[in-house]
């Protein structure tokens, strides 16, 4: 599986120390609060659901069958159960 982390920035170009908060609005879009310890303010970005389905990574190719086994195994070693 392919993961992108959501690019956040303050206006100072300083990455975010802390989410805050993730929420979603009436009108659909995804709402990220985050705090910026370089301008001591809370910043938020919002997505609307065309521009979460643009941020996905693109799909992968079809992921071979021991790497899964590996991940299984290893989610089971932290206790994560595997539905199959
Ligand atoms: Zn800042």
């Known amino acids: 599986m392919g993961y992108k982390a959501m690019q956040l920035a ?3 170009g300083q990455a975010p120390d802390r ?6 609005t009436s009108d659909r879009n995804m709402v990220v609060h985050f705090w910026c310890s370089t301008c001591s303010r809370v910043l938020f970005k919002s997505q609307s659901l065309e ?7 693109p799909a992968d190719v079809e992921a071979d069958t021991r790497s899964k086994a ?15």
Do not use: M, N, T
Not at 19 to 24: A, H, S, T
Not at 51 to 57: L, S, V
Not at 77 to 82: C, D, T
């Open 51 to 57: 521009e979460c389905e643009g941020a996905f990574p």
């Open 10 to 12: 303050c206006y100072c």
């Open 70 to 84: 590996d991940d299984a195994r290893f989610l089971q070693s932290i206790g994560i159960a595997v539905a199959d």
């Open 19 to 24: 989410i805050l908060e993730v929420g979603f």
